[in-house]
């Protein structure tokens, strides 16, 4: 086995689909911020999309690394038990172990879609209140604070698109 040169990790052939995650990603956020366009991440399919892909690296570059039997065989931690206790909980530990990676990638594409949608949700609530109130002299009141609101919402939004790429790349 070739050992990596120094300054190098192992995890260094993995930086290109990191990026390209996290730049796909922070660019469907930002284009949701167009008034004209919408999010792409606001849609249960891209996002569902990503972390399948994402899923599909993990499992491709464990089972590659360690071959498939080790690479289950693996997702169970060692446990210093008796023979017979073992029999019993290795099983169920290793089912555990399997739900909780797949879950875990649903869980990225969950996290992305809520947050992407909720943001814009909260935006074109407080903007409908401008509509709302357009008939009555609450507007004069209404129409400003709801400018002002929408308007720092907005830039919480962008923080926001920057941290779920930066989060959806990271885990």
């Known amino acids: 086995v ?5 300054g190098h990790h192992e995890a260094d052939r993995f ?4 990026w390209n995650v996290f730049f796909f990603i922070l660019f469907c956020n930002l284009m949701g911020l167009l008034p004209w366009a919408g999010s792409p991440t606001g849609a249960m ?4 999309a990503m972390a399948i892909l994402t899923f599909a690296v993990v ?6 690394k360690f071959g498939p039997v080790r690479f289950f065989i693996g997702q169970v931690p060692h446990m210093d038990l008796p023979f017979v206790l073992a029999i019993f909980l290795w099983p ?13 990638h649903f869980i990225l594409a969950v996290r992305l879609l809520a947050n992407m949608f909720a943001g814009h949700l909260v935006l074109a609530v407080i903007l409908g209140f401008i509509a709302l109130s357009a008939d009555h002299a609450a507007w004069y009141g209404v129409m400003p604070a709801s400018v002002l609101g929408a ?3 907005t830039f919480l939004e962008l923080f ?3 941290l779920q790429a930066y ?3 990271f885990l």
């Open 167 to 169: 989060l959806f790349a």
């Open 92 to 104: 169920m530990m290793f089912v555990i172990e399997i739900v909780g990676l797949c879950i875990r």
């Open 151 to 153: 308007t720092a919402l």
């Open 45 to 48: 399919a891209v996002t569902g």
């Open 160 to 162: 926001v698109a920057f």
């Open 15 to 18: 930086l290109p689909y990191i």
């Open 59 to 64: 499992l491709l570059a464990g089972m590659a």
């Open 2 to 6: 070739a050992r990596p040169a120094i």
